[in-house]
């Protein structure tokens, strides 16, 4: 996944919420924002999360200078945990977009 498209200096700031789970329960994960492109992203997060695992990524600002804030999109990669990072983010998700989300 090429996540060197469009960033910007202040990404690291940005938090994301991504939901999942399966139709009798949903879970809540809080995420640091790390990079951005078109077709995904990279999370900071502390916890693992399967690949192949479909997530609704929650954005409490547009990424792209749309209004969108909201992202359908399947967990591609998951590295950590990791040495001498963030101790409450020290797993690093990648994902891809799938389509706009309804949230």
Not at 49 to 75: C, E, M, N, W
Request: one cysteine or more; glycine letters at 8%.
């Amino acid at each position: 996944m090429d996540l060197t498209g469009k960033s910007n200096e202040n990404v690291q700031e940005t938090m994301v919420a991504v939901t999942f789970g399966h139709q009798s329960s949903t879970h809540l994960l809080f995420a640091r924002l790390k990079y951005f492109s078109q077709e995904g992203m990279c999370l900071e997060t502390s916890s693992a999360l399967t690949p192949g695992t479909r997530v609704k990524i929650r954005s409490y600002q547009p990424l792209f200078g749309s209004s969108q804030k909201h992202y359908d999109a399947v967990i591609k990669w998951c590295n950590g945990p990791i040495d001498g990072h963030d101790v409450v983010y020290n797993f690093l998700l990648g994902v891809n977009f799938i389509s706009p989300s309804n949230l």
